[in-house]
C-alpha cells in the first residue's frame, strides 16, 4: 500500500489554517496515523485511526477521512508546529509511511 | 517512564553484517509489538519491520525482505535487528519504536532516539 502525501512543502503563518492531505493506493478504512517530526527529533504520535487525537495533542489538530483519502488540518498554526508531518497505514504488513510534508514559516 | 535505547549502529563495508539492539523499560515489553524504522540523511521515515508480542507475526519492508531479521527477548526487554548484506541505500538512522497494540498492526506511541548505520 502506498501513500502520498501533498504538498511536499507549504509555508504558511501563525494563526493559518493549514491542510495536508494522504491519499492511499488501496482503502485501509480508518487504518492510519499522522506524526510530526521536529529536526533532530524522533517522530511523535499525533492522531491515529484516522481522526483520534492522541493524549496530550492540541485540540487545533484534527484528522479526518476513511478508505482512501485523508486529511490532518491544524486550524490555527502556532510557532511550535512548524515541522514535518508524516501519514502512516496500519492496515497490514507491510506498513508504510508518506512522504511527508515539510511546514515551514513564510 | 518508556525508555528504548538503541545501539549498534556503526560504520560498515557493503555486503557486511550488522546487529542493532534497542533495550527496553518503562513498560510491560512483552505487551507490545515493536517496530524498526529508519531514516536516511535528510529523507523520510520508512517502516522496516514489525514483530508481534510473541514473535508469531513478523513483518519487513520490501526493500529488506530476505536480509534482515527481527527477532525479540522478553526475557531480557530487548528487541534485535540482524542486517545481513548491507547495501549503501541501508544508510539511515534507524530507531526502535514501541507499538500501541499486541499485534504489530497498529500506531506507534514511543521512539527511541536512534542508531546510526553507515554503509560505505
Known amino acids: 500500500i502506498q501513500l502520498t502525501q501533498s504538498p511536499s512543502s507549504l509555508s504558511a503563518s501563525v494563526g493559518d489554517r493549514v491542510t495536508i492531505t494522504c491519499r492511499a493506493s488501496q482503502a485501509i478504512s480508518i487504518y492510519l496515523a499522522w506524526y510530526q517530526q521536529k529536526p533532530g527529533k524522533a517522530p511523535s504520535l499525533l492522531i491515529h485511526?484516522?481522526?483520534t487525537l492522541q493524549g496530550g495533542v492540541p485540540s487545533r489538530f484534527s484528522g479526518s477521512g476513511s478508505g482512501t483519502d485523508f486529511t490532518l488540518t491544524i486550524s490555527s498554526l502556532q510557532p511550535e508546529d512548524f515541522a514535518t508531518y508524516y501519514c502512516?497505514?496500519?492496515?497490514?504488513?507491510?506498513?508504510?509511511f508518506g512522504g511527508g510534508t515539510k511546514v515551514e514559516i513564510k | 517512564e518508556v525508555q528504548l535505547v538503541e545501539s549498534g549502529g556503526n560504520l560498515v563495508q557493503p555486503g557486511r553484517a550488522l546487529r542493532l539492539s534497542c533495550a527496553a523499560s518503562?513498560?510491560?515489553?512483552?505487551?507490545?509489538?515493536m517496530h524498526w524504522v529508519r531514516q536516511a540523511p535528510g529523507k523520510g521515515l520508512e517502516w522496516v519491520s514489525g514483530?508481534?508480542?510473541?514473535?508469531?507475526?513478523?513483518g519487513y519492508a520490501d526493500s529488506v525482505k530476505g536480509r534482515f531479521t527481527i527477532s525479540r527477548d522478553n526475557a531480557k526487554k530487548s528487541l534485535y535487528l540482524q542486517m545481513n548484506n548491507l547495501r549503501l541505500e541501508d544508510t539511515a538512522l534507524y530507531y526502535c519504536?514501541?507499538?500501541?497494540?499486541?499485534?504489530?498492526?497498529?500506531?506507534?506511541?514511543?521512539w527511541g532516539q536512534g542508531t546510526l548505520v553507515t554503509v560505505s
Open positions: 519504536a514501541k507499538d500501541t497494540s499486541v499485534a504489530g498492526t497498529s500506531p506507534i506511541d514511543y
Open positions: 514483530i508481534s508480542w510473541d514473535s508469531v507475526s513478523i
Open positions: 485511526g484516522a481522526s
Open positions: 518503562g513498560f510491560n515489553f512483552d505487551d507490545f509489538a
Open positions: 502512516q497505514h496500519f492496515h497490514s504488513y507491510p506498513l508504510t
